[in-house]
């Protein structure tokens, strides 16, 4: 069997019951495909009435964590009812939530001044596109040439060490991450969200966290044992992640049940 046939059995079962669902959910690679632009990665229309209906439930919570900024992320989803997570998870925002974590912001301006100098000197690199977010800067390198993506590393090297702080620099998929050095990663962030929910939430609540990327293993490490932790993809062979689903269809297909199965008459 699957993992999505178990996940779906598991869930279909779970929501006979009456017990609740808390669902997790990374953006880009999980509720969306990964394209060659950011900015062309659109949720599609079911989708996005799927994660509305399990918003509108009592019996459900939903939270989209990203690496985009909130704003964008907010704009993207367009739903009024469901917790935001841009950044990381350094900044959250929803019904009745706001946070901002202090010690990023406290890093604010040096991360603003590393983005400017990189904006600067991106033209310099073509293909090269820097991204400033609230806190955090992402350089995206997809159409740099090969031989040429060195030289995004200098570019980036030396706007740091110009504005000399400390900030994390983490790589992914064709985009390098400057973040706040703090001790925050997804994993903490989707800890603090299920605290503020569980006690709005029927008991028991199953919790899932889906996600395709490096920085929602840290996530899969930290809720080992508290939720379902369910990598998207193939493309890290020994993911932390529990279960596995093969790409972002086998997601709509398990949101969909979910949704159903939250819209179903609670019983008795």
């Not at 990964?34 to 919570?61: K, W, Y």
């Not at 704003?71 to 841009?86: F, K, M, N, Q, S």
């Not at 991360?111 to 820097?130: E, I, K, N, Q, T």
């Not at 969200?193 to 899932?208: D, F, G, N, T």
């Given at each position: 069997m699957s993992d999505l046939a178990r996940l779906l059995a598991w869930a279909d079962e779970w929501l006979a019951g009456p017990g609740s669902i808390l669902l997790m959910t990374d953006y880009d690679g999980t509720l969306t495909p990964i394209v060659d632009d950011p900015a062309d990665a659109?949720?599609?229309t079911q989708t996005r009435e799927d994660l509305a209906r399990l918003a509108r439930s009592p019996r459900a919570g939903v939270a989209v964590i990203s690496g985009r900024g909130l704003e964008d992320l907010r704009g993207r989803v367009a739903l009024d009812d469901i917790i935001y997570a841009?950044?990381?998870g350094l900044e959250i925002e929803g019904p009745d939530l706001a946070f901002r974590h202090p010690d990023a912001l406290a890093q604010q301006d040096m991360l603003?001044?590393?983005?400017d100098v990189l904006v600067r000197h991106a033209p310099s690199v073509r293909g090269m596109r820097v991204e400033t977010k609230a806190l955090a800067v992402a350089v995206h390198y997809r159409h740099v040439a090969a031989d040429e993506i060195r030289r995004v590393e200098i570019e980036l090297a030396r706007a740091i060490s110009e504005q000399g702080g400390r900030l994390k620099i983490f790589h992914g998929s064709k985009v390098i991450e400057v973040l706040p050095q703090v001790a925050w990663t997804k994993g903490e962030c989707a800890l603090w969200i299920q605290e503020r929910l569980r006690a709005s939430l029927p008991e028991p609540v199953l919790w899932l966290y889906l996600g395709d990327d490096w920085t929602d293993?840290?996530?899969f490490e930290v809720l080992s044992g508290q939720a379902l932790t369910i990598r998207v993809g193939d493309a890290v062979?020994?993911?932390?992640a529990a279960y596995r689903l093969d790409d972002v269809t086998e997601v709509h297909q398990l949101l969909a049940l979910l949704a159903d199965g939250v819209a179903a008459e609670s019983p008795a």
């Amino acid at each position: 069997m699957s993992d999505l046939a178990r996940l779906l059995a598991w869930a279909d079962e779970w929501l006979a019951g009456p017990g609740s669902i808390l669902l997790m959910t990374d953006y880009d690679g999980t509720l969306t495909p990964i394209v060659d632009d950011p900015a062309d990665a659109v949720l599609a229309t079911q989708t996005r009435e799927d994660l509305a209906r399990l918003a509108r439930s009592p019996r459900a919570g939903v939270a989209v964590i990203s690496g985009r900024g909130l704003e964008d992320l907010r704009g993207r989803v367009a739903l009024d009812d469901i917790i935001y997570a841009g950044c990381h998870g350094l900044e959250i925002e929803g019904p009745d939530l706001a946070f901002r974590h202090p010690d990023a912001l406290a890093q604010q301006d040096m991360l603003w001044a590393v983005g400017d100098v990189l904006v600067r000197h991106a033209p310099s690199v073509r293909g090269m596109r820097v991204e400033t977010k609230a806190l955090a800067v992402a350089v995206h390198y997809r159409h740099v040439a090969a031989d040429e993506i060195r030289r995004v590393e200098i570019e980036l090297a030396r706007a740091i060490s110009e504005q000399g702080g400390r900030l994390k620099i983490f790589h992914g998929s064709k985009v390098i991450e400057v973040l706040p050095q703090v001790a925050w990663t997804k994993g903490e962030c989707a800890l603090w969200i299920q605290e503020r929910l569980r006690a709005s939430l029927p008991e028991p609540v199953l919790w899932l966290y889906l996600g395709d990327d490096w920085t929602d293993e840290h996530a899969f490490e930290v809720l080992s044992g508290q939720a379902l932790t369910i990598r998207v993809g193939d493309a890290v062979p020994a993911s932390k992640a529990a279960y596995r689903l093969d790409d972002v269809t086998e997601v709509h297909q398990l949101l969909a049940l979910l949704a159903d199965g939250v819209a179903a008459e609670s019983p008795a």
